[in-house]
């Protein structure tokens, strides 16, 4: 019988199961439920498709979109399909830094900048096909408005009266571009003062745009329009780039103007992965093309989108709270929300009347005496203020009392003239069509004035310069010479930027000497200057970089200043957001002032002068106090304002304590 046994009929071997216990843990290192509080886990979980996070004043909209990213890569996303767009380089780095000190190097990878740089860096690699220079050069807006300057005189001809100046026309053409009207709108809208001038404003706007494209120059409204142009034109690049940025995180969307938010849509349109962290009641920037309607209508644009609100907020007391949640109660369009915190402290919002603006600034001053006393650094302290102006008196007592203070405005590092001529250098080494640089550069020799300048550039603006063939002034002759020789060895030699910023600096140093008397300090800041050239390693990116995010103090204004020591601080509201302290002055809060006179009849810049007092208010920690004069005198109006800004009308006296100022007897 065994040999009728074949090996078909062999009984099949019994498999044997083991039980195993199942795996419940999660797949992620990060515990970010443990990490985040409720709200910011849900956003950061948040997977596919369009998100809307209304992040409240102090509420970590930093940390939820740092764990955002970490997140995605975690959960296995390639971090360069990751894009973080932001309003400045610091933001950007500060997030990716933090986001590979939670989780890895990975995070390194993810592509992340500004709406400015991101647009300079696809506009360099995709140049051609917009009939574009990839060595275009950006320029400031110091440059834009010489530009305009020149422009202006060749149209207008003989000075005619009321004619906008330089600075107004860069302005009406800045934001017909941001805001996607025309100029003659932004005439009829804003500037109708200037109406009987519209047909040659439009002729300047004209003539700049066909100046700007024959010389390769791009300003900052411009790297934003090519881009769209470029997404809008081009169907495959268009694809292309939204495939590759597959996950799209935006910071303080609240402050995009209507380009951004096209740029963002065209970019999303494969996948609409879009996340826009933003607080609708910090929209503050309208004056520079802000749209508020972009967060708000966010979800009309991105259908099914999401909306997760951020109100626990981790900076001030919550009897600060109180306060800011009853003002910005009163916008009549908004996102509601209701902050909330943890932090406890007995001391209520002050609302202070004073009898004159200097009554307010010697309390002002007393005030900050006595909050020394109680152990508080003048680097917590700040004033703020609807317009610079309205700090002068408060000034002159800072100075009776030695009390040392910074004031945050006029010329930043990039913006004073010896560096500026300095980059002029450099921008023509790298575009020797880069008209305006070149005729900075010509100025600063000697025998060579406007005239001079104006004749010669045409003769100079080509990629190889023989100054041996030309007519050249006697008088300046050597010295255009020796200019075109440096410039052309630096440009045959494209090095280290350093190699070439010294090169450039032996060149212009007796040039300072001769030009500037305080030129030891203007010195030191070409010293910073190299050290800045430095950290690149492309001349064109160093360029690019210090115009896109530049740097914000000159060395002299470090050293000479209060920054060596403590130090109050004196800002407007506008360039105090983001920024806290532990007692914050609100001055000048009368009405009239605070809102401004001029948004009475429009409902649209009354909202955002209310926001404006919100982000003032929200910037305290622990103490905060409102003044307000009572016999101020507007000269624009010829009033005497004197009650507070309606802003805190109708506020229980349980939210905020009215006092009024009396001398002791």
Aim: glycine share 4%.
């Amino acid at each position: 019988m065994e040999d009728l046994i074949t090996e078909k009929d062999t009984v099949p071997a019994v498999k044997k199961y083991v039980l195993k216990k199942q795996n419940t843990q999660s797949p992620y290192k990060i515990d970010y439920e443990k990490e985040l509080n409720p709200a910011q886990f849900e956003a950061v979980k948040f997977q596919s498709g369009s998100v809307l996070v209304i992040a409240g004043a102090g509420s970590g909209k930093t940390k939820t979109l740092t764990y955002r990213v970490a997140r995605l890569i975690e959960s296995g996303v390639n971090p360069e399909n990751i894009l973080l767009l932001t309003f400045t380089k610091k933001a950007a780095d500060e997030m990716l830094n933090r986001a590979v000190a939670i989780l890895d190097s990975r995070c390194q990878k993810v592509a992340g900048g500004t709406f400015h740089s991101f647009s300079n860096y696809i506009l360099r690699k995709y140049s051609t096909l917009l009939d574009l220079k990839n060595n275009f050069t950006i320029i400031d807006r110091a440059d834009a408005e010489d530009v305009i300057n020149h422009i202006r005189g060749k149209v207008i001809g003989k000075q005619e009266k009321r004619f906008p100046r330089k600075g107004t026309i860069l302005d009406i053409y800045s934001k017909a571009i941001n805001k996607n009207m025309t100029a003659s709108a932004v005439i009829e809208s804003e500037y109708n003062q200037f109406s009987h001038a519209e047909e040659k404003i439009n002729e300047i706007s004209k003539e700049y745009i066909t100046y700007k494209r024959a010389n390769s120059l791009l300003d900052y409204d411009d790297l934003l329009l090519y881009l769209r142009t470029l997404l809008q034109s081009n169907e495959e690049i268009r694809k292309k780039l939204s495939n590759q940025y597959k996950y799209i995180l935006i910071d303080e969307y609240q402050d995009t103007n209507a380009l951004q938010a096209d740029i963002i849509k065209l970019l999303a349109s494969e996948h609409s992965n879009v996340m826009a962290v933003g607080d609708d009641s910090q929209s503050i920037y309208s004056f520079r093309g802000a749209n508020f309607r972009n967060i708000l209508d966010f979800p009309k644009i991105f259908e099914g989108t999401k909306i997760i609100k951020l109100e626990q907020n981790y900076r001030s007391s919550q009897n600060i709270l109180a306060l800011t949640n009853c003002i910005i109660e009163k916008a009549k369009e908004k996102y509601t929300k209701h902050l909330f915190s943890n932090i406890e402290n007995p001391e209520k919002p002050a609302l202070i009347c004073t009898n004159d603006m200097q009554t307010e600034a010697e309390f002002v001053a007393q005030r900050i005496l006595e909050l020394q006393e109680e152990d508080i650094s003048l680097n917590d302290i700040a004033v703020l203020c609807r317009s610079a102006r309205m700090t002068y008196n408060l000034e002159i007592e800072l100075a009776k009392r030695a009390i040392p203070y910074k004031k945050f405005g006029g010329l930043k590092f990039i913006e004073t003239a010896h560096v500026k001529d300095v980059i002029a250098h450099l921008r023509v080494v790298l575009n020797p069509q880069d008209i305006i640089s070149l005729n900075r550069i010509l100025l600063l020799l000697n025998g060579v004035g406007n005239q001079t300048a104006m004749r010669l550039l045409p003769m100079l603006t080509t990629d190889k310069v023989e100054t041996d063939k030309m007519m050249l002034p006697s008088k300046s002759s050597a010295g255009i010479k020796n200019l075109f020789m440096v410039l052309e060895q630096q440009r045959k030699n494209l090095q280290k930027p350093s190699e070439i910023v010294e090169k450039i600096l032996a060149y212009y140093e007796p040039i300072l000497i001769e030009k500037y008397d305080d030129y030891t300090k203007r010195l030191k800041d070409l010293e910073h200057f190299l050290y800045l050239s430095s950290q690149y390693h492309s001349l064109e990116d160093f360029l690019s970089d210090l115009a896109l995010e530049p740097p914000d103090s000159s060395v002299s204004e470090v050293e000479d200043g209060a920054q060596k020591d403590e130090y109050l601080t004196l800002s407007t509201i506008h360039s105090a957001k983001g920024l806290e302290w532990k007692a914050v002055f609100i001055i000048g809060a009368v009405d009239g002032r605070f809102p401004s006179v001029y948004s009475f009849n429009s409902e649209e810049e009354l909202d955002e002068e209310l926001r404006l007092m919100y982000v003032a208010a929200t910037r305290a920690k622990t103490h905060l106090y409102i003044t307000y004069p009572i016999d101020m005198f507007d000269y624009s109006t010829n009033m005497v304002l004197s009650k507070p800004s309606r802003f805190l009308d109708g506020i229980q006296e349980d939210i905020i304590e009215r006092w009024v100022l009396e001398t002791e007897d």
